[in-house]
């Protein structure tokens, strides 16, 4: 598809559906850029559940800097892993107070810099880049052979093992 396809293609969907609209809930791209890190194996539900609570005094990066890692852990404890997920908001929310003013880089090549965050595209509205969660471009892009890999990945990636009694048995 070339960009005047897309281009067309993104009037079409703004046409069929003028009220769409993201369902993370976010006011501000500091707020969406956490959202996204949160969402990474986890319900966008829990998270606007989580945001709303953790939202409410830390939805600034100048707040959030105030949290240890244990007390953002607590936070988002019920959106998996959040030992990754707390130090990356922690260390993008430092990176964007100290290399970047207090404000979310606007290009996706300053998004790259921040950990936990690689770029996917635009927000809904085309203003802010957007965020996916750190790895899962590569996880996403393995099956199309993407991943660097040179043959597809054997039984023991796809979580297949050999039966140890089978194997046995074999021996005579």
């Keep these: 598809m070339n960009t005047k396809e897309k281009k067309k293609a993104i009037e079409l969907l703004a ?8 369902a993370l809930k976010f006011a501000s791209p500091y707020q969406l850029l956490v959202a996204v890190v949160l969402s990474a194996q986890c319900t966008d539900e829990r998270v606007n559940k989580v945001t709303a609570e953790l939202f409410k005094e830390h939805g600034m990066p100048e707040k959030m800097a105030e949290l240890s890692q244990e007390e953002l852990e607590k936070y988002i404890y019920s959106c998996g892993f959040y030992h990754n997920k707390a130090a ?21 090549e300053e998004l790259r810099t921040l950990a936990g965050a690689a770029p996917c595209g635009y927000s809904s509205k085309g203003r802010y880049a957007r965020p996916c969660p750190d790895g899962s471009g590569r996880r996403h892009t393995a099956p199309c052979g993407r991943s660097g890999r040179t043959a597809p990945p054997g039984p023991r990636h796809r979580g297949l093992r050999p039966n140890p009694v089978r194997a046995n048995a074999d021996r005579g």
């Design 88 to 108: 990356h908001i922690l260390s993008a929310t430092n990176d964007i107070l100290t290399r970047y003013g207090g404000e979310v880089p606007g290009t996706l």
């Design 15 to 22: 046409e069929a559906y003028p009220d769409a609209k993201p």
